[in-house]
């Protein structure tokens, strides 16, 4: 069994409106699902991704509006990586992060910066043969559009989780601390750096986890996989698009692994994807008491229009 790579990756925001602002003004990804955080629907579940919403550039965000500022340290991932195709097109996301006030460093084929909450994101140059997950945007061109991800960097010693990631998980070694992570048709990688000396604050600005994407029909197995490792493994957690298993790496990463279906769609259509408030239908009845709680959206149509 192999992973096609990263499902998603999930964070937090104390600012949902200035998110949306950031993620779909600005980085150009589509909004494809507005929903609530299963185990407390009283907050936000922001999804953000390519066009039809794939898995492989799904980035969500749980929004809690009190939330201090936090910082990445050991056993965290510190570092989200998407792709570009080109240098060209490092070149159009330098011009238009300098014009957004964002500082960000140019290096050796990326370039490096942080999201309005100290979140730390990384646009790569990358040559593979994965398809380009990208959304429309009009002011960005297709073939500078951001493509999904390329993969993450955590913060721990590789010595202490490589057994695990390699024999349970079936990373493939690449060499200090990196990883790849490929199926079929998809893959990304995960890596680790020398922790910071300071202890890590889970906070606005940080990943809750990562989620690998299975095939559904191998996700019963890699439950009982990790679970035979000693990770212990949740059960497996029906969440309406997608079914996870949660559990912690040696590291303290939080890991997921979610199916690559059914997807987004199953309740509204792609053209209308992130619109209005999604909830599955065990949630349903809690529509008319949430959704008052829930924090007003900037509409991410007229957003782009600017």
């Not at 990883?179 to 889970?202: C, F, H, L, N």
């Not at 298993?245 to 199916?259: K, M």
């Not at 509204?268 to 065990?282: A, I, Q, V």
Request: glycine share 8%; aromatic share 10%.
């Amino acid at each position: 069994m192999k992973f096609e790579g990263i499902h998603h990756i999930t964070c937090i925001t104390a600012d949902a409106p200035g998110n949306v602002d950031f993620y779909v003004r600005v980085l150009g990804l589509r909004l494809v699902k507005k929903s609530v955080n299963q185990d407390d629907p009283t907050v936000y579940h922001l999804f953000y991704a390519d066009e039809k919403g794939s898995a492989g550039s799904d980035l969500t965000f749980f929004e809690y509006p009190q939330a201090r500022a936090g910082r990445a340290g050991a056993g965290m991932v510190h570092k989200i990586v998407v792709r570009v195709g080109s240098e060209e097109a490092l070149d159009f996301w330098a011009e238009r992060l300098t014009n957004e006030g964002i500082t960000a460093e140019r290096d050796n084929g990326s370039l490096r910066f942080d999201d309005p909450e100290g979140l730390g994101l990384e646009i790569a140059a990358v040559q593979t043969d994965d398809e380009p997950l990208t959304a429309e945007h009009p002011q960005i061109p297709a073939e500078h559009a951001l493509q999904g991800f390329d993969g993450v960097r955590a913060y721990a010693s590789a010595a202490q989780s490589q057994r695990f990631l390699e024999e349970t998980l079936a990373f493939q070694p690449r060499g200090d601390g990196d990883w790849e992570v490929r199926g079929a048709k998809r893959g990304s990688s995960y890596a680790y750096d020398e922790p910071p000396a300071e202890a890590g604050i889970p906070g606005a600005g940080t990943v809750h986890h990562v989620a690998w994407a299975s095939p559904q029909d191998e996700h019963e197995a890699w439950q009982k996989r990790v679970a035979a490792s000693g990770a212990h493994p949740t059960p497996i957690i029906d969440r309406f698009y997608f079914k996870s298993i949660y559990f912690r790496e040696p590291s303290g990463v939080l890991f997921e692994i979610a199916t690559m279906g059914p997807g987004f769609t199953v309740d509204e259509p792609l053209e209308t994807l992130g619109e209005r408030l999604s909830l599955p239908p065990d949630y349903e009845h809690v529509r008319e008491r949430v959704e008052p709680l829930l924090t007003p959206l900037p509409n991410p149509r007229e957003l782009v229009q600017r």
